[in-house]
């Protein structure tokens, strides 16, 4: 019953994103050795001006 | 302090979450003996475009 | 597909826990009209030395 | 690597969080003694009519 | 920056969650053409006791 | 209402995550201009075999 939370910049297409989770699904069956219907994967998009590392939003860099 | 995050597709209206809000909240201070004012419950709208069971994302089902 | 994570201090019971998540489900289920095995709940046990509310830990209250 | 989560209500302007973000990642800084760089934190904006607090969203409070 | 939270039920080894964070933090960044430096894995252990489908605890079934 | 989730090594003193605890919700609320008893802080403990950058866990590395 693994389940993935994955935070990422907003802007990926949902191509990717489906594209990911294919990817990321097949991955953990693999290792896991579970059954592709047990993995649930969640994208939250995140906004660069609500992301911070080392005290400094994502939308104040270059 | 029970604290509640609840993830679901998003489209359910203000009335539903509060009649939800309203029903859980009751259950868990039932259960737990808890003060009402202690349970906190958070809902997050998730789109179908973010979210895969089975590496296939809900918006690409029927 | 409503994914529930509920926080709350360590020391409940597997009865205790057992009786609220069946109780969650079955209001989430009759609220949202979706099946049960919809639903998936998981509890986190936090420590009292883990959680602060107004900048002092739980453990350091009476 | 300290990676905060803050959830609050949304309204908050941008400039806000980016004071906020810097004054956390001082102090944590400063108390835990690790590099500006190891702190992420990420920023969550709750609609008051996703937020209970005793059974009642926040949306339906004066 | 993407950062995974991966829920999995107690008991897997530590070569299991490192053989999967390598191949997870490889197909990111290979779909994502991000650096893998910049890829967060969280892995959280949650014992069946914890963890609920369908109002029943996966400890309780067979 | 903020609420934050911080994940941390484990390993840090109780005193350290209290001086944390108070220091991070002070600094909330003169910027947020939020009363302290709106501030709750969970604390999660991350063993560093369980927390990957760049695909490799903190417990491999020096």
Do not use: Q, Y
């Amino acid at each position: 019953m693994p389940t993935m939370h994955i935070e990422l910049f907003e802007g990926r297409s949902p191509e990717k994103k489906r594209e990911l989770a294919a990817a990321l699904t097949k991955e953990t069956c693999r290792v896991l050795e579970c059954e592709p219907g047990a993995v649930d994967i969640i994208f939250t998009d995140v906004k660069r001006e609500n992301w911070a590392t080392g005290g400094v939003m994502w939308s104040e860099r270059d």
